[in-house]
């Protein structure tokens, strides 16, 4: 597609539950971003792609979190035992080159699941 | 650690105004971004910044980019009502370990009223 593609939308979860949001980057990207945007805050770093090989996970808030990109295209975040302070919206951006971007070419990130856990 | 300021957190202007919002990074960066993000939706990128003394326009936003003070700053001439939106300044850090990913300000609120 054109864009950065991101399921569900919007996503309300009983806390405890487990949820998984997918996020389907523009074909050919070779980087992946997950950030974490709580209300009226700017987005945060949680975890990076280069290709299938997560480089870095170093702002996954706790071992609940867990991204994963097998095959080096879509990735999914999944959040296990989702807790209140989960309720956020979760961001993905890929970019063409693996250092995140070159020149001109910046970070082009989806709509964003809006994750709710009442 | 990176740590990106902006300031004002909320900004209310008038139509037609000119105002600017600033953005202060604390560590060497080779790569500086200005976000737009309306209610509900993703971030729109405005402009990517590279090196001292870059300048880039478009339309009504002016942004400016201060190597040396670290600092960037986005200019808004002639307010109108359209670019009420949330702005975030990013900064991608220039060397060393982590300088793929970007880290935000966290964001300037603006309206622009009639």
């Known amino acids: 597609g054109a864009g950065v593609s991101q399921s569900p939308r919007y996503k309300v979860a009983k806390r405890g539950q487990d949820v998984a949001l997918r996020c389907d980057p523009i074909s050919g990207h070779v980087s992946l971003f997950w950030y974490q945007q709580a209300l009226g805050q700017g987005p945060e770093f949680l975890t990076y792609?280069?290709?299938?090989?997560?480089?870095?996970k170093s702002g996954l808030p706790s071992d609940r979190f867990f991204a994963e990109r097998p095959e080096g295209s879509v990735s999914t975040l999944k959040i296990q035992r989702t807790q209140q302070e989960d309720s956020a919206v979760y961001l993905c951006?890929?970019?063409?080159?693996?250092?995140?971007?070159?020149?001109?070419?910046?970070?082009?990130f989806g709509s964003g699941t809006r994750l709710t856990v009442v | 650690e990176l740590k990106v300021e902006q300031n004002p957190l909320f900004l209310s202007m008038q139509e037609g105004k000119n105002y600017t919002i600033y953005c202060n990074y604390s560590t060497t960066s080779d790569r500086l971004y200005w976000y737009r993000q309306d209610p509900g939706k993703s971030l729109e990128s405005l402009f990517v910044l590279l090196s001292n003394g870059a300048v880039k326009q478009e339309g009504r936003l002016m942004a400016s980019l201060d190597t040396k003070a670290r600092l960037s700053t986005l200019h808004i001439t002639a307010a109108v009502h359209d670019l009420s939106a949330t702005y975030f300044c990013a900064v991608k850090k220039g060397s060393g370990g982590s300088n793929y990913k970007l880290t935000f300000g966290k964001g300037t609120l603006l309206t622009v009223n009639p």
């Open positions: 792609f280069q290709n299938e090989a997560q480089l870095d």
């Open positions: 951006a890929s970019s063409l080159l693996g250092t995140g971007g070159y020149l001109n070419y910046g970070y082009t």
